[in-house]
């Protein structure tokens, strides 16, 4: 059996700003003996991506779900038929809501979430304006929320900066930056 091979810091696969922040927090996460769930939306997928490529991932991560469309939140994320009548687009309320029905539903230490608009179009509304995101981190002290606005309508930009920013939020409450 061939050895664990170390993280590639030439790897193409992640940027590299969106690369550091996910060992980061894989570290941080390892060292604690913490868990985490992810629910994203606009982010695409990155967060689940960025931190299961930390060696050692399955000791922290508990799954992830990409819930991009209203069907499939109303599948997988306990969303009602009466919550999507008054669905205006992401906001802090939202994700929060998305983050702690993952963290009690996999029994994760935490769970990150985002929803937001990566662009290049959008609304009229703030939280419809392209590199707009709601963030939220839920753990057993409560959730805090963050909004990040980039000022880009850059698709692929927003989508990494939006995954940067969740993992920054994380971070911050597992270093006692941010507070549950």
């Given at each position: 059996?061939?050895a ?17 922040i ?8 390892k060292?604690r ?9 606009a ?21 992830g ?5 209203l ?10 038929p ?5 669905y205006?687009?992401?906001t ?8 702690e ?15 937001g ?12 304006t392209?590199g ?39 971070r911050d ?8």
């Amino acid at each position: 059996m061939a050895a664990p091979q170390e993280t590639d810091p030439n790897s193409s696969f992640l940027p590299p700003a969106l690369r550091a922040i996910a060992n980061e927090v894989g570290e941080l996460l390892k060292s604690r003996k913490e868990t985490i769930s992810v629910v994203e939306t606009a982010a695409g997928g990155l967060i689940s991506a960025a931190l299961l490529s930390v060696p050692g991932a399955s000791q922290y991560y508990l799954g992830g779900l990409t819930l991009y469309t209203l069907p499939s939140r109303i599948a997988f994320s306990h969303w009602t038929p009466d919550t999507v009548k008054g669905y205006s687009g992401p906001t802090p309320s939202i994700v929060a809501g998305l983050a702690e029905h993952a963290r009690t539903t996999l029994k994760s230490t935490y769970a990150v979430s985002e929803s937001g608009t990566a662009g290049p179009t959008g609304g009229n509304t703030r939280n419809r304006t392209p590199g707009y995101v709601a963030l939220a981190v839920a753990g057993e002290g409560g959730t805090v929320t963050r909004e990040v606005e980039t000022g880009k309508a850059e698709r692929e930009g927003n989508m990494v900066a939006f995954a940067i920013a969740v993992l920054e939020l994380i971070r911050d409450v597992l270093k006692g930056d941010a507070k549950l």
